[in-house]
Structure formats: C-alpha cells, structure tokens
C-alpha cells in the first residue's frame, strides 16, 4: 500500500491490519485494509479494525473494508488507501468509497541492461479511474522508464522484477491490439512519434491501423481538428512544424484512439506559456468531462498542481518520496523542511513557506489588530495565483501594520530605463540601450535597503540571484548583427521571418521568446550559420556568415539545438565526452571535462548509451558536448528543456559564470520563469520579426500573460517583480522593520 503522502512503499501487514501514515506528516491520515475471512489475505480482518475511532467497516459482498479515515487539518479525503486481497486491489475513492483499482503497480522494480543499479525500485501505487496524477523529480529519476512500463509496446529491454494490471488482469494477457487504443502515449520528443509527411495523414495514421471506417475517420478528425484548432496545419508537412506544434499533433493522434488511459511525457516542454496553459486546460477538461486517466511527468508545474487530484515525487534512486493530493504533498515537504524537493512546489506555496513566519503568529491579538482577509491567514498553502493573491494580500497588509507602516500599500514605483524600480534613469545611447544603474535597489522600489532573504529551509527554493544588467550597449561592439532577415523553408510560401533586424552586442545575455512556430529556433539556426536566409545579411563581427570557413565559424560559436540526440555518434557518454574535448582548442580540456561532469552531475551516466538517458540526462551530456569547444558565442535552443529544477537553477548559475566570463549568450525559450531569474535582455519574436525588447522586469512585468506566475500573483502591489528573489525582496521591504 502506498498511503497518501506516504514517505515510503508500504503494505498491509498479516493479522492486525497496517495503519499507515507518512513519515513526515502535517496531518495524521489514518487506513484499514481488510480481506476476505479465512483467506491468504495480506490484509486484516474486519475484527482487527474494532475500537478504532473514526472507522467504520463496509462489506461488499464477502469483503470488508475500511469505508472512513480520519484526517486531521488538511482534509485529505483524496488520498488514496491501497488494501490486496485474493490478486486485486481496492482503492480508496475521494469520498471513502470502496472501488476497483484501475491500474495496480505492485512492488515493480527495473534495471536496464549493463547497469550496476536500477533505475526503478518497489514501486507500489493503485491509479483510480479517472484520476489527474503529476509524477515528478529529479532527470533521470525513472519518470519516463515507469510510464514506458504502462505502455506495453514501448516497454523497456532489462530486468524487471513485480506485477502491472490494468483493470485487474496482468497487462501482458491483454490484446495488443486493444491495449494500443485504450492505453495512448505522448512521447518526450514528438519526432520520434511522428511519421507520416503531411499533418493530416498523421492524424488519420493511428486510425487507419486500428481498422476503422472512413466515415469514422472522418468525422473524428473533423471534430478534433476543430477542437485544437488545426485545421490550418492539415496540409502541412510535418518537419516544417516547431517543436510545439509536433507535441499538439501527436497529443491529437492519440487523442483520436479515444483511450481510456492517457499518459504524457513531459508534454509542455515544448510549448509556449500561453499554449501550455490552454493544454493543461485542455486535459483537464478531459479528464473533468469524459473521465480519461491521465498520468503526466512534468518540470514545468506551476499549472499542474492546481488542476491535479493527486501528485507522486520520486527520489533520485527511484523510490517514491511522497504520494498524496497536491496540498498534502505540499504541507509535508514543507514540514520535513526537505530542500530538495521544495523546488518541485509551485511557487504561490514556496512564497508562502518563504513569508508565512515572518510575521509574528496570527494569535487572538494579531487577528483583532489584522484587517479583514480572505486568505490570510491562510491554514494551507496557497496551490493557485488566485490563492496565492488572496494570502499575500492579508499578508502585506498585516505586515505594513505590524511594521508601523500605513494599513494600504503603496505599489511599487514605475521602473526606469533599466526595468529596475527605483533605479536613476541613466542617458540612453545611441542605439536605445540604457547604461549602467548605479546600484540596484530591491523590487519594493526602496534603495538600499538590504534583502532579508527567506528562512534557511527555504533558500534552496529561491530562485537564483538575478544579475545586473551588462554595461551600456553602445560601449560594446556589437557581434551579430541581422538586417532585413526574410526565410521561408518552401519558394512562394508564406515567409517565417521577414523584415527582422536585430543586434547582439559582445557580453549580451539575451533571451528570445514568443509563440510556438514563430520562427525562434529558425531564427537561431539561421544565427549559427545552419542556414541561409532568404533575403538580408547576418554578419558575425562585420563578416557576412557564409564566408566564414566552417571551422572558423565554429571556434567562435557554439550551437545546441532541441533535439539533444543529434549531439552524439559514440557508444557512452564517457566516450562522445571524450571525443568533443579531443576537439577542443581550450587550454586544459580535461580540467574542463572534470568540472562539467561534476556541474551537471553527469557522472552517473557515463558509461551509458545516450539513447538509454532520460530527456534531461541527454540535455545535460549535449550541453557539455557544446560547452567543451570554449566558444564565444553560445546559442541555446531550448536550454532547460527536460532539466528539474535544481538543475536548471545549477544550469542557469554555469550560464551566468561564462557570461561573466565573456561569453556571449542568445537562448531561445518558452521558460519564463528561468529568463527573468538569470538574462540581462529579453526580445520578443511575433510575426516574423522583433517587436519589443527590454530587461526582465519591463518587459515581463508589462505583459498580460506573457509573464511569471509570481508577477501575476504580486503585480497590483509589485508590478515589476518578476523573479522570485525580486519577490521576496519587495514583500520582505514592507516587512524588514520586523
């Protein structure tokens, strides 16, 4: 049994019955798991449940269970209780109700071929019917291996060991055919799913092969073409669309089985803010409305926790951490102040964890003296921006009072040039870039007054320092330039990028965002000489790029696309690691080799193939691969794409160590969180061209819903606070006299 938020895998014990509850627990949820009278049950019996308060034994036919839990504080009547008895297992629905699991994972552990250790191990876990479970953690944490193991065409080569059923039969002794229907998959990398040439033959390709009518057919695909909105893409090739568009398609593909389970590796990875949002409202509707079973891996959650009934963590050796509903989860890694893990909360509640103590408790004095709040004080983390906000609205009231200041609060001020508040606006130069600021005051809009920083088990949530901005642009000579750049990947088709212009000064740290097929990963193709463009000129130091020697030209830039895949032609990683500093005109490639496993925490994997790694285990080796050439210029498509959180914090702080090293770096993202905590630039890319540009704070804290969840949650008190640290500084300014 795997007890909701549990810490561990736990079972029902022979005789007594097993009261599980976790090992690090906010509030006591208590199960009874009882089997069937004179039987082999592992479970207890219904005698063994007499005396325990708040319980109270339901029989269903023969068998009796433990209808009703006691649950303390948090009111966790969504976590799950798992009781076998006679090789099936019975859930806990979310109003106690006894009922078949769906999908039973019992004690599965998994090793893939050659390696010492394995990737998966005892994994229990009962799925409802219907149920929206997150499944999170670490790269390389079993995530993609365990929902392979759900997919049996896709099933991994190695030792296995444990049992899988799906609707109560072993998932082996089901047709193929039947399981191929009902059991749909969205892989990591929509390349590897996609394989027909135009949009709608992939669509009508799953179809086909399940052998259904052509009236069938098409009145599927009409209406769910209509549904995503693709009826503009159907005559399109495939390779043509972006990465984003690739994950939409394949997401409909499978969608038109109809499937009954729908599991999703990562599926936002690729897709836009905007477009992700409207995707998880998407499934979420699905799920609402139609009752599909969705299971979704994920680094991206602040979206998910929300909408999820329940949220599975697991540890880097493939364990399972914690098992519960979002709050639950929530509430106990918080309590076991377990900084790890904090990185995987969404930010409302990691704000919370960061200033709910920083006020003194809300006693019967402090509640007379606080003004009236519907979120504060809040009993449970805040999951959403609209709780969020509530919360931290009584929280900053209270905190102005509390600290002597006036009951309302004053917003921040607007932000000069630079983008930060409060900063003297500096000349601009000549090319609309202002200088530097002579200091940098928090994001309340008060210089000079130091950060108080968060509690100690919070710091490792935080997001990383958000740097200064470079010097003054017109100081520096500027490295690449684009004027009137046009490409269309077909003659007489509608160009990708036209008109665009745009200067990448040496020291810049520029992030490029906008919509999914707008052109950004063209863009940066184009910028690293992988392409020519249509019309216009792209100069690397005054020099047009098709004249340099490609040698030359990849000395002085490196390029990672978003296919990590492409990156390697040895066996291990070890080996193409080697390679690629064999290739190196750095001083000391070995040293440098050293220092990047140990960053990237590759050492792991060394001696696997790179097809054998997980998404963000393959980002990482590539990114090494790039990073061993030393070049100048580092073009980055989609850097964080399948990295956890605390990678991505340790991949962000590398970025900012060569840029302070005098690298030069252009990203392309749809991580917005991770550019306003560590670029200095931000350009956004719409109709073929550059339409806007300016720092992080500006230009994020002037969108609408191009911005961060916690600028969302804090922009009527802090508009122009969009990282986490810049958050913390401004609501802790109002606080600081405490």
């Known amino acids: ?178 399981l191929a229907g009902e059991i749909g998959m969205v892989q990591q990398d929509p390349d590897n799913q996609i394989v027909m040439e135009l949009v709608l033959q992939e669509l009508a390709f799953g179809l086909e092969n399940m052998g259904l009518s052509t009236d069938v057919m098409r009145r599927r695909i009409a209406e769910l073409t209509h549904f995503f909105g693709l009826e503009s893409w159907l005559d399109r090739k495939t390779h043509t669309l972006s990465g984003g568009q690739k994950q939409l398609v394949s997401l409909a593909a499978v969608l038109l089985l109809r499937p009954r389970v729908l599991l999703l590796d990562e599926p936002t990875a690729q897709l836009d803010p905007v477009a992700a949002k409207e995707f998880l409202h998407m499934l979420h509707r699905l799920n609402e409305e139609f009752g599909l079973t969705v299971i979704v891996t994920e680094h991206r959650l602040e979206e998910l926790y929300p909408i999820a009934d329940r949220v599975i963590m697991l540890d880097e050796c493939g364990r399972i951490r914690y098992d519960g509903t979002p709050r639950a989860v929530i509430a106990q890694v918080q309590t076991a102040l377990n900084e790890p893990y904090a990185a995987y909360l969404p930010s409302p509640a990691r704000l919370y964890a960061a200033l709910q103590d920083r006020l003194p408790a809300a006693g019967a004095g402090a509640a007379a003296a606080a003004p009236a709040s519907a979120g504060w004080p809040a009993a449970t983390p805040p999951l959403s921006v609209k709780e969020g906000r509530d919360w931290l609205r009584g929280w900053l009231e209270h905190a102005a009072q509390q600290s002597g200041r006036a009951a309302a609060v004053t917003p921040s001020p607007e932000p000069s040039a630079t983008g930060q508040p409060g900063t003297p606006s500096p000349e601009p130069s000549a090319t609309g870039q202002p200088g530097a600021p002579s200091s940098r005051p928090s994001a309340s809009g008060q210089p000079g007054a130091p950060p108080a920083g968060p509690p100690a088990a919070c710091r490792s949530a935080a997001a990383p320092s958000v740097p200064l901005p470079p010097p003054d642009a017109s100081a520096r000579p500027v490295l690449l330039r684009c004027r009137d750049v046009a490409f269309h990947y077909e003659k007489g088709a509608r160009p990708v990028l036209r008109e665009l212009d745009l200067d990448i000064a040496e020291g810049d740290f520029l992030a490029i965002v906008g919509g999914n097929g707008t052109g950004k990963s063209t863009l940066l193709r184009l910028l690293a000489g992988l392409g020519k463009p249509s019309r216009g000129r792209i100069t690397l130091r005054g020099v047009e790029l098709r004249k340099y020697r490609k040698d030359t030209l990849y000395r002085e830039l490196g390029y990672l696309s978003q296919n990590p895949l492409s990156y390697f032609v040895e066996d291990t990683v070890e080996e193409e690691l080697r390679q690629a500093a064999a290739r190196s005109t750095l001083s000391d490639p070995d040293a440098r080799l050293r220092e990047l496993v140990a960053l990237l925490e590759l050492a792991p994997v060394l001696g696997r193939h790179p097809h054998d790694l997980s998404g963000g285990e393959r980002q990482k080796a590539a990114l090494a691969c790039v990073l061993l050439a030393g070049p100048k210029l580092l073009l980055l498509d989609e850097p964080t794409k399948g990295l956890d959180p605390q990678i991505k914090a340790a991949w962000g702080l590398l970025l900012q160590r060569l840029h302070a090293d005098g690298v030069t770096i252009v990203l392309v993202t749809h991580d917005i969180e991770f550019a306003a905590a560590h670029v200095h630039k931000c350009a956004m890319l719409f109709d073929g061209a550059i339409t806007s540009e300016g720092t992080p704070s500006v230009f994020f804290g002037e969108n609408f819903f191009y911005t961060t969840v916690l600028n969302r949650l804090v922009r009527d008190d802090f508009p122009h606070a969009v990282a986490e640290k810049e958050v913390l500084e401004a609501c802790l300014g109002i606080a600081s006299p405490l």
């Not at 009703?68 to 948090?74: I, S």
Request: net charge positive; charged share 20%.
């Open 1 to 178: 049994m795997v007890a909701g938020g549990g810490a561990a895998n736990s079972r029902c014990d022979e005789g007594a019955g097993l009261w599980s509850r976790s090992a690090q627990h906010v509030s006591a949820v208590w199960y009874a798991c009882a089997g069937l009278a004179g039987s082999r049950s592992r479970g207890a019996t219904a005698g063994g449940l007499s005396g325990r308060p708040g319980i109270r034994i339901r029989r269903i036919g023969n068998l009796s269970v433990a209808a009703g839990m006691v649950a303390e504080g948090l009111g966790m009547a969504g976590v799950r209780g798992v009781c076998r008895s006679g090789g099936f297992a019975v859930v806990h629905g979310r109003e106690g109700v006894a009922e078949m699991a769906f999908i039973e994972i019992d004690r599965l552990s998994f090793t893939y071929p050659e390696e010492p250790q394995p990737v998966l191990r005892d994994i229990t876990l009962a799925v409802r019917q219907g149920e929206f479970i997150v499944l999170c953690g670490p790269s390389g944490c079993g995530k993609t291996t365990l929902l392979r193991h759900l997919k049996t065409e896709l099933q991994p080569v190695g030792e296995r060991a444990g049992d899988i059923r799906y609707q109560g039969r072993p998932i082996q002794d089901h047709d193929l055919l039947t």
